[in-house]
């Protein structure tokens, strides 16, 4: 790990690829009807799933604390910053989209060039690769941003474009059910990116303020029991499966505002994660890697532990199990691979 890296925000990237991975756990174990049978059991379970939703937000709003401080004063700049910010994200996705997509051929044994083509032009060679989509579109449009926040509205304009990008997303939904990739557009996200901007260029204090420090804990308890219980209700009233996904993914309201509280206590305390835990730290490190190729090990590690049913019947050691042996693995490979391959091939092709 280099020393000039802020230790605080790789601690908060091992906070977040932790929460990713438990997501992608709980999606995995869990279906519509554990988390719409009205159970006690299940609305813990929504509960659960809500608290991790801060995830994808959290990334976004630390890639655009980062690129806050970027100065991209001239078109020769804007191509140079786009070549290196793009391909550091873009050559590992295509690295492993190749190799996901050419499995999943052999496997079927369906060359589909156009579904293909499709699968790596939108983030799904698997069904998180979107965010290499959506973080790739924020650094394409920085210099906008960055022009737009010199002006006195620009935090307004960019929370208005959140606000309608939300609210078609519920119409779609939840009226029309029909689904529309709000997940992979950077206007369903761009709140979190522009905190980032404005928070790293010192423009926007109030998330700082001391003054708010009394209000960051009871602020991420009710944020938290309203994203559940709006999501308890979506499950309860629309009986689709647009809709299921739409309750569980942090793709709302109530979503927003709980990840808005946990970056706002995060920029509170990271003074105290500079120096501990070192543990988040070295996730932090590798969590764009283990992000890359968590998905094929958690679902083998999830098939195997699935045989003992002990296990499997008590959902939250499942959860914990799944969730240590996957990262275990993926931190593992990644460290291993760090020491026998050429730095250059890790960082530019494997994105490690």
């Known amino acids: 790990m280099t020393e000039d890296r802020d230790l605080s925000f790789d601690a908060f990237r091992g906070f977040a690829i932790i929460a990713v991975v438990a997501i992608h756990v709980i999606d995995n174990s869990l279906s519509w009807a554990d988390l719409s049978g009205g159970a006690w059991r299940s609305h813990i379970a929504i509960l659960y799933r809500q608290s991790l939703n801060f995830a994808v937000p959290a ?53 589909d060039v156009q579904q293909i083509t499709f699968k790596l032009l939108t983030g799904r060679a698997t069904t998180i690769y979107f965010f290499i989509i959506v ?20 935090l307004m304009l960019v929370l208005i474009l959140n606000v309608i990008s939300l609210l078609s997303a519920y119409l779609s939904r939840l009226y029309f059910n029909y689904w529309i990739p709000v997940s992979s557009a950077f206007y369903s996200w761009i709140i979190f990116y522009e905190i980032g901007l404005l928070v790293g260029s010192s423009r926007y204090k109030v998330f700082a303020a001391k003054k708010v420090q009394l209000f960051i804990l009871p602020a991420i308890l009710v944020c938290l029991l309203i994203s559940g219980l ?34 706002t206590a995060f920029l509170h305390i990271r003074k105290h994660l500079s120096h501990r835990p070192k543990c988040l730290a070295a996730l932090g490190y590798y969590s764009f890697g283990i992000y890359l190729i968590h998905i094929p090990i958690l679902n083998q590690v999830a098939n195997l532990i699935q045989k003992s049913s002990t296990i499997y019947s008590f959902q939250p050691l499942y959860q914990f199990t799944v969730v240590l042996i996957t990262i275990a693995i993926c931190f593992i490979l990644i460290d291993v691979a760090r020491k026998l391959l050429p730095e250059s091939f890790c960082r530019e092709v494997l994105g490690f």
């Open 230 to 263: 709006e999501a308890s209700i979506l499950l309860s009233k629309y009986d689709n499966l647009s809709a299921w996904y739409f309750a569980v993914a942090p793709v709302k309201f109530s979503s927003f505002l709980y990840s808005v509280c946990i970056i």
């Open 59 to 111: 990334f976004i709003f630390i890639s655009g604390y980062w690129m806050s401080k970027k100065h991209i004063e001239s078109l020769e700049g804007y191509k140079t910053f786009l070549t290196g910010r793009l391909s550091r994200v873009l050559v590992p996705y295509l690295f492993w989209s190749a190799i996901l997509l050419g499995y999943e051929a052999i496997k079927t044994h369906n060359i």
């Open 135 to 154: 973080i790739s579109q924020f650094y394409i449009i920085t210099p906008l941003l960055q022009y737009i926040n010199r002006r006195r509205y620009g």
